[in-house]
């Protein structure tokens, strides 16, 4: 932001060029405004090259961000408009709460914590929800509740302190205090809570509309509308609802096959795990309740999620809760039954997909060597095709959604997947899978800093890491590791967010970090990974992940994402620009160069190996190129698909 040569300005560069600018009445609110403009632009780059190979559909966050800024322009200035969108944005992410919720009060005050101190926050207000979040990254306290949760709203008096306590149907109450002005607060804090009609949602796919829309097209054309045929079978909703129970029920026999085959799960240990949690609320008889039903989040609740991950029987509802998962299925009820409903019978060149990949998902597992197990995870992958058909099916979805099946029901399965696909990974699973791309430049970046001996080490080999890491990321890790050692991460990555994955990444070359560097050949590097499932100690890698990298930030990882996800975007326009013309002799030179080292990478032993390869032909640009990567062969169909034929 600033230069040794021009001081307190704003430096902005374009391909070679420098430009300075300096002068500002406030510097920090400019840069902020062009920063946020910045990544507007970058964004609408990459929409455009996502509607290039997909031009009907559009991402879903697309879908809501066009929406939402529109309507917000319209009403106020560009600076109020964009700092509402920023307010916004980190107000979903924190708290996880649907994107159609819009923040209409924001209050400075404090909560008193469960050691019955003070921290200063903000109270935030939206239709359905309060939530309150401490200052600042260090002892972060958060809290959501829903309102359909709310028992009594009334104010207080504490050691002669107005205060606002909340009462909770589970039993608990909530204090807020300290605010700037209590009575102008309190009036606005009981006008706003609850009494706010629920946000309408936003019927993300192309395709399918609410059905009260399409009952009047369908009677119109004579044919039996979509809403009377809804009412008439509510006969068939209830059979639906009771495969669903049916299939529960068989997923928890198999539990007890799954505990006796799985050398992580220890009884005892899982024992401890549920006193851990037990003595968060200092209740013996281990009762969670308060962190199933309402996402409370501190620093106590964080170390055991680090140290010991969440109970087995906790898991699904702690991931359902902690991923919003919960709170949308409250707000679009029935939604996963009517879209399996609408498409019933129906196929895409996405369900042909998903029919290839469903035998090779986790084949030694207990529960997908039935056919409820397949059935389950075939309906997920197939209803989240068809609401969200930008990302349709994309290899790696059926590891994620596979995981979750193992700990919830179908339908809280396709709710965290949404959450997944949509919030925690956006840019992902879609066409381009730009997301995933621009991680591993960000990686790359976090080893020259934090491990530069095997950054260098890989540099001199001339091995990508993108070969090793980006199948890690796209599967979340899953079949990196066991199976509770997976959850593990996924447990942490649900809880704490995106920049989990970098900790854990480094975490694990850190462990591998003697041998790598003993290796002189790709292949040989390549092999060393492939034992790592049964070499990693669980216990170990946590302690290094969240210790060594546990001071890298949400904040450094999302400027960086920024940043790398201009460059990638700019790079990938490039390259369809230079598709056009000819190459060069030297591009040529360059090219057999960079195919001659993936033949060296591609022989049967490393094609084997859980890694991705690239395919046959051009790969002239790995570092950015990384589409064109496989599966491992267990894994493998279509390198992905959208969901229409």
């Known amino acids: 932001m600033t230069s040794l040569l021009v001081p307190f300005s704003i430096r902005i560069m374009r391909d070679q060029e420098e430009f300075y600018f300096t002068d500002f009445t406030s510097i920090k609110e400019t840069y902020d405004l062009i920063d946020q403009l910045w990544v507007i632009s970058v964004e609408d780059m990459m929409k455009s090259l996502e509607r290039e190979e997909n031009p009907l559909k559009k991402p879903l966050s697309v879908i809501h961000l066009e929406k939402t800024l529109t309507e917000w322009l319209t009403k106020l200035s560009v600076k109020d408009a964009l700092a509402t969108k920023k307010k916004n944005e980190d107000y979903h992410k924190t708290f996880r709460v649907p994107l159609e919720e819009v923040i209409i009060q924001d209050e400075v005050c404090s909560f008193q914590t ?7 926050g903000h109270l935030q207000i939206s239709q359905q929800y309060a939530c309150f979040r401490t200052h600042g990254e260090e002892d972060r306290v958060s809290l959501v509740i829903p309102f359909s949760m709310t028992t009594t709203l009334r104010t207080c008096d504490v050691n002669g302190e107005p205060i606002l306590e909340v009462s909770t149907s589970i039993g608990q109450q909530f204090l807020f205090g300290k605010f700037a002005d209590f009575s102008k607060s309190w009036r606005s804090i009981e006008l706003n809570w609850g009494k706010k009609p629920p946000p309408m949602p936003v ?11 399409q009952d009047g097209q369908k009677a119109a054309e004579g044919g039996v509308s979509l809403r009377r045929a809804s009412l008439n079978n509510r006969n068939r909703r209830s059979s639906l609802e009771a495969e669903t129970s049916s299939r529960n029920e068989v997923r928890k026999g198999v539990f007890s096959v799954l505990k006796s085959r799985d050398k992580d799960r220890d009884p005892m240990i899982e024992e ?15 009762d969670i309740s308060q962190y199933t039903q309402i996402s409370y989040k501190n620093s106590k609740l964080k170390e055991i999620v680090r140290e010991s991950g969440i109970p087995h029987e906790f898991r699904g509802n702690m991931w359902l809760l902690w991923s919003g998962g919960r709170f949308k299925l409250k707000l679009w009820p029935g939604h996963y039954n009517d879209l399996k409903k609408y498409y019933e019978g ?4 996405a369900t042909l997909d998903i029919e290839k990949d469903l035998h090779r998902t986790f084949p030694e597992h207990p529960y997908y060597q039935t056919q409820e197990g397949i059935g389950a995870l075939r309906e997920v992958l197939t209803v989240y095709s068809w609401r969200n058909k930008a990302v349709g099916y994309c290899q790696s979805m059926n590891i994620v959604s596979a995981l979750l ?41 976090l080893m020259s800093v934090h491990l530069p001996a095997i950054y260098t080490h890989f540099q001199n080999v001339g091995l990508p890491i993108q070969l090793i890491s980006f199948p890690w990321f796209m599967c979340l890790f899953i079949p990196t590791f066991p199976l509770e050692v997976s959850a593990r991460i996924l447990d942490s990555f649900i809880y704490e967010g995106h920049e989990v994955l970098f900790k854990i990444g480094l975490a694990v070359l850190k462990l591998k970090e003697e041998e790598l560097l003993r290796e002189q050949e790709g292949n040989a590097m390549v092999q060393l990974m492939k034992s790592m499932e049964h070499t990693i100690d669980g216990k170990r890698l946590f302690q290094i992940a969240f210790t060594e990298f546990d001071h890298i930030a949400s904040s450094e990882v999302r400027a960086l994402g920024n940043l790398y996800k201009c460059r990638v975007v700019r790079e990938r326009i490039r390259s369809q620009q230079k598709k056009m013309v000819p190459p060069s002799d030297g591009q040529k030179l360059a090219r057999k160069k960079s195919n001659d080292l993936v033949s060296s990478l591609s022989s049967d032993q490393v094609r084997n190996h859980d890694l991705w390869s690239p395919q046959k032909g051009d790969v002239s640009d790995l570092s950015a190129d990384y589409q064109k990567f496989e599966m491992p062969a267990h894994l493998r169909g279509r390198p992905r698909t959208n969901s229409t034929g």
Not at 203 to 212: A, D, E, G, I, V
């Open 346 to 349: 129906q196929s895409s060149n």
């Open 114 to 120: 469960e050691n019955c101190l003070w921290s200063g």
């Open 203 to 213: 019927f993300r796919t192309l395709s399918f509309k609410n059905w009260q829309e």
């Open 405 to 445: 099946l193992l700990y919830m029901t179908e339908e809280e399965a396709f709710w965290v997947t949404s959450a997944i696909c949509e919030e925690f990974l956006p840019d992902y699973y879609t066409t381009s899978m730009i997301g995933a791309i621009v991680d591993q430049h960000i990686l790359e970046t």
């Open 272 to 286: 401890q795990k549920k006193h851990a949690w037990g003595r968060l609320s200092g209740n013996t008889s281990i």
